[in-house]
């Protein structure tokens, strides 16, 4: 499965924006579930949030609920990530992923994007 990322850029708190995964590969399988996870130096990698394969499901950290919504469109093959009221401690480079079964809860990634850079200035 190759994951690609985009739509990270520099943003002032406050700011919004959104990144989107295209999956492809004749290993994707649209019926798992798939996540948005970030990492900053500090910090290790967290799961910022997590989507079943109808949407239906959505898991989101503490820290982004109220501010971010998960989404995909199976029919594009694309994830997104809408991040809205951003704060300087979301900046960290996000990660889509791709999980190994549909379970929204205890899936593991499997395969990895290669990252944006998200950062919000204060």
């Known amino acids: 499965v190759q994951l690609v990322e985009s739509g990270g850029g520099l943003v002032q708190a406050g700011g919004s924006l959104r990144l989107s995964c295209l999956a492809s590969?004749?290993?994707?399988?649209?019926?798992?579930?798939m996540a948005w996870f970030r990492q900053s130096p500090a910090k290790q990698r967290e799961r910022v949030a997590v989507?079943?394969?109808?949407?239906?499901?959505?898991l989101y950290v503490d820290s982004v609920k109220g501010r971010f919504t998960i989404s995909r469109d199976n029919a594009k093959n694309t994830m997104y990530l809408q991040m809205n009221n951003l704060k300087p401690e979301d900046t960290a480079v996000y990660y889509c992923?791709?999980?190994?079964?549909?379970?929204?809860?205890?899936?593991?990634?499997?395969?990895w994007g290669q990252g944006t850079q998200v950062t919000v200035s204060s």
């Open positions: 590969g004749p290993a994707f399988d649209k019926n798992y579930a």
């Open positions: 992923a791709a999980l190994d079964g549909p379970d929204v809860v205890a899936g593991t990634p499997q395969s």
């Open positions: 989507i079943s394969w109808n949407g239906t499901r959505t």
